[in-house]
């Protein structure tokens, strides 16, 4: 499975990159003013040297994890695996995945430590060695594991197909893959792809948003949802010179593992009610960008959206009214700006 990516990558980010700070560009840069208090407060106790040596591009942490399986992409050192490990609690358990020895060699050591500071009978985290584009070499089974995360890692992918066609074969029906990444606005030349350190620094290998729609749909995944995005500004003259043609945005997405979904928004005249019981959510719940269900409001939505509230680990916090037995045509289903601007938006409802 090793190429010569592989192991550039593994010099850059195990050798060259020792700490946050070593990075050349914002691009694998976190924003975690962006989370949640209660997340952030979290990370207060994580342990220094796992946070020292955290690269990421935003807060793929999604909620109601109490109890679930998670797996993390590229975990590195560990500092989103020991904030999950907190938000799963004790009988919960999340799985790290990496490729890269100095990094996992941090993570493994704080093991004890956090299951300490939380106070766990036994660790509930597991650090293993290996391919993300290969899970099943690692022992990730088939339909065991309920949500993915990944932060600004499958960009780095040489193989990005294979990384996707192994999530979905670990996800259990209905479970979700939320992940952060970079993508550009345009295919990166072969050339700048090839270059380790644009490469390291998670922009030459940013994927392309509409080849990211076409391999999904290829995947059997036809709907995914955009959650935030924010542009990402290199900030290095001699980079941006190389590479300053394309356009590149952190993008956080969710994506559920539903057979049923279709390529477009459909109208059913189904209607969803949020319960407001998903805990540090009593008000609203943000589906993606542009879907706020509002405690205890009926909201009228399209078919996808109806069975990624219902057939999730998010059905037990919602009401869906009505079926798919009578179609009433297209659903609007776009953002209110793409309406105004009639801007392209990915994904069916996105």
């Known amino acids: 499975m090793t190429t010569q990516t592989h192991a550039n990558l593994k010099a850059y980010y195990g050798k060259v990159l020792t700490k946050s700070e070593d990075l050349?560009?914002?691009?694998?840069?976190?924003?975690?003013?962006?989370?949640?208090?209660?997340?952030?407060?979290?990370?207060k106790q994580i342990h220094p040297e796992v946070s020292d040596r955290f690269y990421g591009c935003g807060s793929p942490i999604p909620p109601l994890l109490e109890g679930k399986t998670?797996?993390?992409?590229?975990?590195?050192?560990?500092?989103?695996?020991?904030?999950?490990?907190?938000?799963?609690g004790e009988h919960g358990r999340v799985i790290g995945v990496d490729m890269t020895d100095e990094q996992?060699?941090?993570?493994?050591?704080?093991?004890?430590?956090?299951?300490?500071?939380?106070?766990?009978?036994?660790?509930?985290?597991?650090?293993?060695?290996?391919?993300?584009?290969?899970?099943?070499?690692?022992?990730?089974?088939?339909?065991?594991?309920?949500?993915?995360?990944?932060?600004?890692?499958?960009n780095l992918s040489p193989q990005k197909e294979k990384v996707f066609a192994e999530i979905f074969r670990v996800l259990k029906p209905g479970g979700e893959l939320y992940f952060s990444d970079v993508f550009a606005?345009?295919?990166?030349?072969?050339?700048?792809?090839?270059?380790?350190?644009?490469?390291?620094?998670?922009?030459?290998?940013?994927?392309?948003?509409?080849?990211?729609?076409?391999?999904?749909?290829r995947l059997g995944c036809l709907d995914y949802r955009v959650i935030s995005q924010a542009p990402v500004t290199i900030d290095n003259p001699d980079i941006e010179a190389r590479i300053g043609m394309a356009t590149f945005t952190s993008i956080t997405i969710r994506a559920f593992n539903i057979a049923s979904l279709e390529d477009l928004c459909e109208d059913y005249g189904q209607v969803a009610t949020y319960d407001g019981g998903i805990e540090g959510l009593p008000h609203y719940f943000d589906l993606d960008d542009h879907h706020r269900l509002f405690t205890d409001k009926p909201m009228l939505v399209c078919s996808n959206t109806a069975s990624m509230l219902a057939e999730t680990r998010f059905g037990l916090h919602f009401k869906i009214v009505g079926d798919t037995s009578t179609h009433f045509g297209a659903f609007d289903c776009s953002p209110a700006a793409?309406?105004?601007?009639?801007?392209?938006?990915?994904?069916?409802?996105?």
Do not use: W
């Open 24 to 43: 050349q560009t914002n691009a694998c840069c976190s924003d975690t003013g962006s989370m949640p208090l209660a997340f952030r407060q979290i990370l």
């Open 70 to 88: 998670v797996l993390d992409l590229g975990c590195g050192s560990g500092r989103d695996v020991y904030l999950l490990a907190k938000l799963v």
């Open 104 to 154: 996992l060699e941090v993570a493994r050591k704080h093991v004890d430590y956090h299951r300490d500071v939380f106070g766990y009978a036994k660790a509930n985290t597991e650090f293993k060695q290996g391919f993300i584009e290969d899970l099943l070499e690692v022992g990730i089974a088939d339909n065991s594991v309920d949500v993915v995360v990944s932060n600004c890692v499958i």
């Open 185 to 217: 606005d345009r295919r990166i030349p072969k050339a700048l792809q090839d270059d380790p350190l644009l490469h390291g620094e998670c922009l030459s290998g940013a994927m392309y948003i509409e080849d990211f729609r076409r391999m999904l749909a």
């Open 338 to 350: 793409a309406k105004a601007t009639d801007a392209p938006v990915g994904g069916a409802c996105c």
